[in-house]
């Protein structure tokens, strides 16, 4: 059984930078898995934002947050990270982390929820001024 903890999210001014943690725990280990985040705001769907695909090295991430969210993983930390830069009031979410049973992930499934096997419990982000 993998656990997934999510940390890091807090109140920040439009423009401000946060990085949310997502240690994975159980299992063989985070070198293992394919990592998403995933946020979802007051009244709306849960909505993908970014993957970490292990095996090939890929990242994804939605329109919405290209050039300002950026995945990154260490493996040893068993540690996936989001750093947000640029962070804007429609940014206001709760953010969860998903790990898939599998090294890779393919581009076509990533936004999915059902592709992932394990969630977090999720971290609040409040963008305001």
């Known amino acids: 059984q993998v656990q997934l903890v999510e940390s890091g999210g807090g109140l920040v001014q439009p423009g401000g930078s946060l990085r949310l943690s997502c240690e994975v725990s159980?299992?063989?280990?985070?070198?293992?898995?394919?990592v998403g985040w995933f946020r979802q705001a007051s009244g709306k769907e849960r909505e993908g934002v970014s993957c970490?695909?292990?095996?090939?090295?890929?990242?994804f991430y939605a329109d919405s947050v290209k050039g300002r969210f950026t995945v990154s993983r260490d493996n040893g930390r068993n540690t996936v990270y989001l750093q947000m830069n640029n962070l804007k009031p429609e940014d206001t979410a709760v953010y969860y982390c998903?790990?898939?049973?599998?090294?890779?992930?393919?581009?076509?499934?990533?936004?999915?929820?059902?592709?992932?096997?394990?969630w977090g419990r999720g971290t609040q982000v409040t963008v305001s001024s």
């Open positions: 159980g299992g063989g280990g985070l070198f293992y898995l394919s």
């Open positions: 970490s695909s292990q095996s090939d090295g890929r990242q």
């Open positions: 998903a790990a898939r049973n599998s090294p890779r992930m393919p581009e076509m499934f990533w936004k999915q929820t059902t592709e992932y096997n394990w």
